[in-house]
């Protein structure tokens, strides 16, 4: 079995940058990984859903991953997204992500053709062993996401040695949250929650162990948790109120918001998506207007 991570707090979720004409933009990779460590976060993920990871060619994975791990070099945990359309692709990202230098992978069942029951069973076991490392299983909505019954994600835990951790964000994932603390016991070394950390107070008192947002937000999502683990709820609460206008914006707009408040940050050079709901329009974007102006004060990280 291979050592636990400090699988504790806010891990963020880095978006992949694109050039004006769509290509990967390294030097923005580089300076949002520098931005997520300057906000003081406890783990790195890439390339996943907000890393827009089912766009980019195996090639730009690679890289994704490359880069995310020098940049890192050792700071915080990184996690390596490998989901992918079969066990064979998912294997093949894995073992390069494993010896790029990340510390965990985190996988969705299949994408694309739909998965189920053993099928499933048999497509973590396979990834389990194809690499040391630990493994996370994500539990997440459709169309790309396959949500998996509790029973089925407890004996995955239970049975297969390398899956060590579980996040769960699905449509109620904090009711199956506290089913899978309860079917896992001290099985699983850590679940976190999802969905932008919309639910995290509720996931805390359940048992969550941190949170997955993408990093547009770090700095603010760092303090909450801070607060949160602190035992300050009260505190928390107040900075979380403060921040929940932009995530209900982003909750609809999704990668695009993401991006253009990385740009507006001057973190990445251009809100370029290759994926999600599309460009903001004029009136998305003077709603967004409004909500930084609330939120800027609070940003402890400028570029």
Not at 94 to 99: L, Q, V
């Amino acid at each position: 079995m291979p050592a636990d991570l400090d699988f504790n707090g806010v891990y963020a979720v880095l978006c992949t940058p694109f050039l004006p004409q769509g290509d990967l933009d390294v030097d923005s990779l580089r300076r949002e990984v520098r931005f997520c460590l300057d906000c003081g976060v406890h783990g790195l993920v890439a390339p996943v859903n907000a890393g827009e990871f089912y766009t980019l060619t195996d090639e730009e994975r690679r890289q994704v991953v490359e880069i995310v791990a020098q940049e890192n070099a050792g700071r915080v945990p990184f996690v390596a997204g490998c989901s992918a359309v079969s066990a064979q692709h998912a294997i093949a990202i894995a073992r390069h992500a494993e010896t790029a230098g990340a510390n965990a992978m985190m996988a969705m069942p299949p994408v694309i053709r739909k998965a189920a029951g053993q099928e499933i069973y048999d497509y973590y076991c396979r990834l389990s062993d194809a690499v040391s490392v630990p493994i996370v299983i994500q539990d997440f909505i459709p169309p790309i996401g396959t949500p998996m019954p509790v029973d089925l994600m407890a004996r995955m835990v239970m049975e297969i040695p390398n899956v060590r951790y579980l996040k769960e964000e699905t449509a109620v994932g904090t009711h199956v949250l506290s089913q899978l603390i309860e079917r896992c016991g001290d099985h699983v070394a850590g679940i976190m929650g999802g969905q932008g950390g919309r639910a995290l107070f509720n996931e805390f008192a359940r048992g969550a162990c941190g949170t997955m947002p993408a990093c547009h937000m770090s700095d603010l999502q760092v303090d909450i948790w801070t607060r949160l683990a602190a035992g300050s709820e009260a505190e928390a609460r107040v900075l979380f109120n403060q921040l929940l206008p932009m995530l209900n914006f982003e909750g609809m707009y999704q990668v695009s918001a993401y991006k253009e408040v990385l740009r507006r940050r001057g973190v990445i050079a251009t809100n370029v998506c290759r994926g999600g709901p599309g460009v903001l329009d004029a009136y998305d974007l003077r709603e967004l207007d409004q909500i930084l102006a609330g939120i800027a004060p609070l940003y402890r990280v400028g570029y």
